[in-house]
């Protein structure tokens, strides 16, 4: 399997609770690399453009909004297969259907704030990485 990259984002309902420890420990244990690492607090149109895909649906305001209301840690992660593995350490994006133990399932509230997020594929990863690392030597 490739070595690949992939972007992670604590999201703010996270941080507040204070598990940036342990989902950094989750990913740590499954074997991903953090290769790059900041943290910070989205402006909105720091966060409209890095979900502009979901700029038609109907949960685009509260999408934004919950992610500008506190701050974010954000990551670049590398490993084989990384992008699926993060995302199967993160479960399904409804806390409510995630595998137990999961990232989503053990932090998340709701569908709306559910505690982390993870590219879904080569193309996104690719975007979502240098968008937030814009020009890092990763
Ligand atoms: P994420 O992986 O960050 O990608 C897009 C986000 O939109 C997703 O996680 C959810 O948090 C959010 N989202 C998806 N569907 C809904 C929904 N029906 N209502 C509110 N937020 C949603």
Redesign the pocket.
Known sequence: MAVERTLS?I?PDAVEQNHIGEIVAMIEAAGLKVKAMRMTHLSRPQAEGF?YV?KE????G??VE??TRGPVVLMCLEGEGAIAKWREV?GA??PAEAAEGTVRKRFGS?????A???S?ATETAAFEVSYFFPGYDL
Do not use: Q, V, W
């Open positions: 984002i999201k979900y979901h649906r109907p949960f685009f509260e999408l919950f992610m993160m994006t409804n709701n569908i709306g704030e559910n982390s997020h993870g879904d």
